[in-house]
């Protein structure tokens, strides 16, 4: 896979994605914990098959202390164990989120609200905006063929600001 165009060699594609970050880094220090984010961005990133997304959030999930069984289960987290109700919660709107046009309903009622059951309204507030953002930025990288595996925690970590 040839990468078509590098989005932050371009000016205008550098501020876009300066503006991003700076939205991910509120989501981020809201009150939805690191654990769920990880597994919601990862989930999404699978979902759309964008490998850079999948490296990155991978591998920022392994430098917070994520179990590899749960990073690899994250695909198949229906039939396995390792998943809190909440975490399930999550994972479920994540999955209907992201997959809107699938279905005739978008968000299911029984799905929403098993995640109220387990997030406030501010969590509620980070965990949708996350969705939504995530899904933003494995188009972005899908569209450009942006390739997974050269990834490094913390190279975007200039961006802020």
Same mark, same amino acid.
């Given at each position: 896979?040839? $990468?078509?165009?590098?989005?932050?060699?371009?000016?205008?594609?550098?501020?876009? %994605? /300066?503006? =991003?970050?700076?939205? %991910?880094?509120?989501? $981020?220090?809201? @009150?939805? @914990?690191?654990?769920?984010?990880?597994?919601?961005?990862?989930? #999404?990133?699978? =979902?759309? *098959?964008? *490998?850079?997304?999948?490296?990155?959030?991978? /591998? !920022?999930?392994?430098?917070?202390?994520?179990?590899?069984?749960?990073?690899?289960?994250?695909?198949?987290?229906?039939?396995?164990?390792?998943?809190?109700?909440?975490?399930?919660?999550?994972?479920?709107?994540?999955?209907? *989120?992201?997959?809107?046009? !699938?279905?005739?309903?978008?968000?299911?009622? !029984?799905?929403? #609200?098993?995640?109220?059951?387990?997030? !406030?309204?501010?969590?509620?507030?980070?965990?949708?905006?996350?969705?939504?953002? =995530?899904?933003?930025?494995?188009?972005?990288?899908?569209?450009?063929?942006?390739?997974?595996?050269?990834?490094?925690?913390?190279?975007?970590?200039?961006? #802020?600001?």
């Amino acid at each position: 896979m040839e $990468q078509r165009m590098d989005l932050m060699a371009n000016e205008l594609g550098a501020k876009i %994605a /300066k503006r =991003i970050y700076n939205v %991910a880094l509120a989501i $981020q220090q809201s @009150p939805l @914990p690191q654990t769920i984010q990880d597994l919601v961005m990862l989930r #999404a990133s699978q =979902i759309n *098959g964008c *490998g850079f997304c999948v490296d990155y959030h991978t /591998k !920022d999930a392994t430098a917070a202390g994520e179990s590899a069984v749960r990073l690899h289960l994250v695909a198949a987290w229906r039939e396995s164990t390792v998943f809190t109700e909440a975490e399930q919660a999550a994972l479920a709107l994540t999955e209907e *989120g992201t997959r809107l046009a !699938d279905t005739h309903h978008g968000v299911s009622d !029984d799905t929403w #609200a098993k995640a109220r059951k387990h997030y !406030d309204d501010d969590q509620i507030v980070a965990l949708v905006s996350l969705i939504a953002m =995530i899904n933003a930025n494995n188009r972005l990288n899908v569209i450009v063929r942006n390739p997974g595996g050269s990834y490094q925690p913390g190279m975007f970590d200039a961006m #802020a600001n």
